[in-house]
C-alpha cells in the first residue's frame, strides 16, 4: 500500500532515540526528562485509595471537578489569578495532549504561529498537522534571550498564535517580568492567541519569581496556561496535566478535548485533588531542585565543559567546544556508548539543525546518579 506522510519530515522524537540508547547501552540516562526517584508515597496512597473507593469510570469530560478546584485554588495562593473550575480549566492527558488540542482547536490551514529556537518538540508538528506554518525565531546560545524587535517584525496579518515556554526547556532560560510586558504590548488590540506553555512553573531557581502569563492581564485574556502533574509530582508516566484559559476559548478547546480524548485518567485525578489540598506539595520544588542543580555543577566545576547555572526546568546545558567539534547528535551519541552518560544534543530543536555544541542534562536525579554522572564529566 502506498500513500503520503502527512508529516514527512518527522522522526522518531530525540527523546525516545537517546533513553532507547542509553539502556542498550546500559549508560546513565541524564537524557529524557524524567526523575529516577519515586513519587510521593502519600501522592500513590491516595491515587490507591481512589481506585479502592471506585473512582474507576470516566471523569467528566473537562476532568474531576475537586481538581479543577484545586488548580483554581493554586492559581489564586500563586499569582492572585482567577480561573474559573467550571468552564476554565480542563484536565489533559499531560501538556502534550492540551498543547496538540489549543493548536488543532484555532489553528487553520497557512495560518501563522510563532515559536522560539530551541523549542519542544511537539509544537512544530502540531502546527504542521493542522495546515499551519511554524515562523520561528532563532535564539542565540548561550542567553538565549528574546529580541522582541525581531519579534515583532515576524508578526503578519497571518498570525494565529505564539508559543511561549517559561521556564525554557531545554535551555533552561526563563522570562523575565519585561520580557511578558513586551509580549503583552506586542499583542495588545490584536487576535493573537498565546500558548504559554508553563509545565516548568514550579522549578525556578535563585529565588526568582515565576512569570506567568496569567499575571499581565491582557495577555491573560488571550493565553491559554498548559501545566504537567508529571513534571511538578515526579510521575511523568501518568501523564496528566491541564490547562487554563478564559471561557470562550476553553469553549473552543473542549470541543477538541471531548473528541480527543474525552476525559483522563480518572483516580490519578482523584488522588492528586486530594494531595494539592496542601500547598506545600508543590511550594518547595524550587529548592529541592535547586540543590539538585548546585551538586550537579559543584560536581562538574573542574571540567572541561562551560556553563550558565540554568535558571528553571530541570535541565542543565553544557558546551563542550573545548572537547570536541562533533556535531552534537554524534558527540550525545558517542558519550552514551562509550562513556555511558547520555545526554539530548540541542541541535534537534534549533533551525536548520544549528549546532552551537551543547548538550541538555536531566538532573533531577538521586544524588548517587549525579555523583556518577559527575565523574564520567570530570574524565573527559
Ligand atoms: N512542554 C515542555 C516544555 C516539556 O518539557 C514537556 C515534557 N514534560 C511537555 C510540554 C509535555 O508534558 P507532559 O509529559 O505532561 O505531556
Ligand atoms: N519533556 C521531556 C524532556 O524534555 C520528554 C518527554 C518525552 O519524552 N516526550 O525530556
Not at 104 to 123: G, M, N
Not at 141 to 154: F, L, R, S, T
Not at 275 to 293: A, C, H, I, V, W
Not at 295 to 324: E, M, N
Request: proline content about 4%.
Amino acid at each position: 500500500m502506498k500513500h503520503l506522510s502527512k508529516l514527512p519530515n518527522i522522526e522518531t522524537t530525540i527523546f525516545t532515540v537517546m533513553s532507547g540508547l542509553a539502556n542498550k547501552h546500559e549508560a546513565i540516562n541524564l537524557s529524557q526528562g524524567f526523575p529516577n526517584f519515586k513519587s510521593d508515597q502519600k501522592l500513590i496512597d491516595l491515587v490507591s485509595k481512589a481506585m479502592n473507593s471506585g473512582y474507576n469510570q470516566y471523569a467528566l469530560m473537562p476532568g474531576n471537578m475537586e481538581l479543577r478546584e484545586a488548580i483554581a485554588k493554586k492559581f489564586d495562593l500563586l499569582y492572585g489569578s482567577s480561573y474559573h473550575p467550571e468552564s476554565e480549566i480542563t484536565i489533559t492527558a499531560g501538556a502534550t495532549q492540551a498543547i496538540y488540542d489549543v493548536i488543532t482547536a484555532f489553528v487553520r490551514a497557512d495560518d501563522e504561529v510563532i515559536i522560539f529556537k530551541p523549542a519542544y518538540d511537539c509544537y512544530e508538528p502540531s502546527i504542521q498537522i493542522n495546515g499551519g506554518k511554524p515562523v520561528s525565531i532563532q535564539l542565540k546560545a548561550p542567553n538565549y534571550q528574546v529580541d522582541w524587535e525581531e519579534m515583532k517584525q515576524k508578526i503578519s496579518s497571518k498570525t494565529k498564535m505564539i508559543i511561549i515556554n517559561t521556564p525554557h526547556n531545554p535551555s533552561g532560560t526563563i522570562f523575565s517580568e519585561a520580557d511578558m510586558l513586551k509580549l503583552q504590548e506586542i499583542t495588545k488590540n490584536t487576535n493573537i492567541i498565546v500558548l504559554s506553555d508553563e509545565v516548568y512553573e514550579h522549578i525556578v531557581f535563585d529565588g526568582e519569581k515565576h512569570q506567568s502569563a496569567c499575571l499581565f492581564p491582557d495577555l491573560k485574556s488571550r493565553s491559554f496556561i498548559t501545566a504537567s502533574f508529571g513534571k511538578t509530582f515526579h510521575n511523568t508516566g501518568w501523564k496528566t496535566g491541564y490547562c487554563c484559559a478564559p471561557k470562550e476559548l476553553m469553549e473552543e478547546f473542549r470541543k477538541i478535548h471531548q473528541f480527543n480524548v474525552f476525559s483522563v485518567n480518572h483516580p490519578v485525578q482523584k488522588g492528586l485533588a486530594d494531595y494539592m489540598q496542601d500547598p506545600n506539595t508543590y511550594l518547595g520544588l524550587s529548592e529541592f531542585f535547586q540543590e539538585k542543580r548546585d551538586l550537579f555543577l559543584s560536581l562538574i566545576i573542574d571540567s572541561r565543559f562551560k556553563f550558565k547555572p540554568s535558571q528553571g526546568t530541570y535541565f542543565q546545558v553544557l558546551d563542550y567546544s573545548k572537547i570536541t567539534q562533533e556535531y552534537d547528535v554524534d558527540y550525545a551519541k558517542r558519550l552514551t556508548i562509550e562513556n555511558g552518560l547520555a545526554s539530548i544534543p540541542l541541535s534537534v530543536f534549533n533551525d536548520n539543525q544549528l549546532d552551537n555544541k551543547v548538550l541538555r542534562f536531566c538532573f533531577a536525579k538521586t544524588d548517587d546518579t549525579l555523583k556518577k554522572a559527575g565523574d564520567i564529566l570530570n574524565e573527559i
